[in-house]
């Protein structure tokens, strides 16, 4: 994508997304340099083989999308939907991931009891 250029694509969560070449993002990488493809590369291809037509990520992915965009563009495979939801926190306003060792349903379960005050609890992050 030419520096400057528009790339617009409607997310179902987030509306309409505009990103631009050189404010946005800039070059990136597509091939590793210890012959592994990178992860944008990667998902595109895997989408693609899949026949995936909705692709749902968390909103911290929402600028990887127009970079995996392009990929599909260059490929001229078929681009999927894109739906990037919000991200579950805790009370501190933390993410809530298994690189963090976040908490699993079971202990969450085991904390709040019932499956029910579960699904009330879970509800509030929505």
Not at 12 to 38: A, E, I, N, T, Y
Request: hydrophobic share 40%; net charge positive.
């Amino acid at each position: 994508m030419p520096e400057g250029g528009k790339l617009l694509f409607d997310d179902g969560c987030r509306g309409l997304q505009q990103f631009k070449g050189g404010v946005h993002f800039g070059d990136f990488v597509v091939w590793q340099k210890d012959g592994r493809p990178s992860y944008q590369l990667a998902v595109v291809v895997d989408d693609a083989a899949m026949r995936i037509t909705e692709v749902v990520r968390g909103e911290d992915l929402l600028k990887s999308a127009a970079r995996q965009l392009l990929i599909y563009k260059a490929l001229d495979l078929p681009v999927p939907s894109f739906f990037h939801c919000p991200l579950v926190k805790d009370d501190h306003g933390v993410r809530l991931a298994k690189r963090h060792d976040a908490l699993s349903l079971r202990s969450l379960k085991q904390k709040l009891g019932s499956p029910t005050s579960l699904i009330d609890s879970w509800q509030r992050f929505w």
